[in-house]
């Protein structure tokens, strides 16, 4: 019984490494800076909420196969494994540019996954979600809402909205160059279905679905207090599907609650700060990027926004920096827990692809907008 009781903890642990890692570095800087009150203010509780709200809802939608049925016709649609995945992609580009990056990844992951399994193209997932995370990361630059550093900045320094698309829009259009590129080099292999049953939506739940759905985009838009969430959703399901209650990812929002600790203390370390304050002033664009790399972009945003003025590079520094490393952004860690959910024991084989992916697009980005910025 114990031996069995060891396996499960093991597997759970390699299941979950994203969160044992998050929680060891949330753990280690909590000895460096002691719990106090300011810990509060490290969790965005929106963030946290719309995620719940979110993988409640995609659960809901999966269990009625909203996602197979739609799956299908874009099978249907596009005919080509080329075609097929770059409407995945750019699909996922474009909702990040009016949901944000995190919940346009948390509703076409999903989809990205049923296409590819139903076409028996499982082979093709790692480089589809990589995409998909890239697209999403770096589509959302274009808007103040597309990325959560994006609102921060656009709010703390009182950018217009002009100048905003004005500053994000070589490194947006490089991106989808980028992205098609990468994409053209799948061959337009023909897709064909190894799941021909037909099923059909229930319409009720369907449009209740949807509605929930359109009420959590609205709580990321702040047209809704985000506590109405914790209630709404959760009581709907109740009655509806308990089961996608259950099914929610709540190890990655303990990820994510583990990461804002992290990253929280890390700001408040005097070292961190001082040394990053000592470069930003004449290497803004370098300092974000790299900040970026180690303590996410968001937070790097927040950081490093008291020690310069110069708005236009920071923008651009943790915008490209949410590609890179795994923990440049937290959509690469939404990614990166949907894929291995789902290809258990191809952790490495994702890890090195993702990487080759992410750095390409950093260092391209990166030596373009330094030579036409500086």
């Not at 064909?192 to 037909?198: Q, R």
């Not at 004449?282 to 950081?303: E, K, M």
């Not at 290809?343 to 391209?364: A, Q, R």
Request: charged share 10%.
């Amino acid at each position: 019984m114990s031996e069995k009781i060891e396996n499960s903890f093991w597997i759970w642990i390699k299941k979950n490494m994203v969160f044992v890692i998050a929680f060891i570095a949330a753990l280690i800087t909590s000895f460096i800076v002691p719990l106090d009150k300011k810990y509060f203010d490290y969790f965005d509780f929106k963030t946290l909420t719309c995620l719940f709200c979110v993988l409640s809802v995609v659960n809901a939608f999966r269990n009625i196969h909203f996602f197979d049925i739609i799956a299908k016709k874009i099978v249907c649609k596009f005919i080509n494994l080329r075609s097929t995945i770059l409407a995945l992609v750019f699909i996922t580009l474009i909702a990040s540019m009016f949901i944000a990056n995190d919940m346009a990844l948390l509703t076409f992951l999903p989809l990205g996954y049923f296409v590819l399994t139903f076409t028996n193209k499982q082979h093709y997932m790692a480089f589809t979600f990589i995409m998909q995370c890239i697209a999403a990361d770096l589509g959302g630059m274009l808007t103040p809402f597309g990325n959560p550093q994006n609102l921060y900045l656009y709010t703390y320094f009182h950018i217009g909205n002009i100048e905003f698309m004005k500053i994000m829009f070589l490194p947006f259009i490089i991106s989808i160059v980028l992205i098609a590129v990468c994409c053209l080099f799948i061959k337009p292999e023909p897709l064909t279905l190894n799941n021909n049953e037909n099923k059909t939506l229930p319409i009720k739940k369907s449009i209740i679905y949807t509605l929930l759905f359109i009420f959590s985009i609205l709580i990321v838009f702040r047209f809704i207090p985000y506590i109405w969430g914790l209630f709404i959703v959760p009581i709907s399901l109740l009655f509806l599907d308990k089961k996608a209650l259950k099914q929610v990812d709540y190890p990655l929002l303990f990820t994510f609650a583990a990461f804002f600790v992290f990253s929280g203390n890390m700001s408040r370390i005097d070292a961190v700060s001082n040394f990053l304050g000592s470069l930003v002033n004449s290497h803004t664009l370098l300092v974000g990027t790299l900040s970026s790399q180690l303590i996410s972009n968001v937070p790097s945003a927040i950081l490093l926004s008291r020690f310069t003025e110069n708005y236009p590079q920071l923008l651009v520094a943790v915008n490209i920096g949410g590609v890179g490393t795994l923990i440049a952004s937290l959509a690469s860690l939404i990614t990166f827990r949907e894929y291995t959910k789902n290809n258990p024991g191809k952790t490495w084989y994702y890890l090195k692809m993702f990487s080759f992916y992410n750095f390409g697009f950093l260092i391209i980005l990166f030596i373009i907008c330094a030579l036409v910025m500086t």
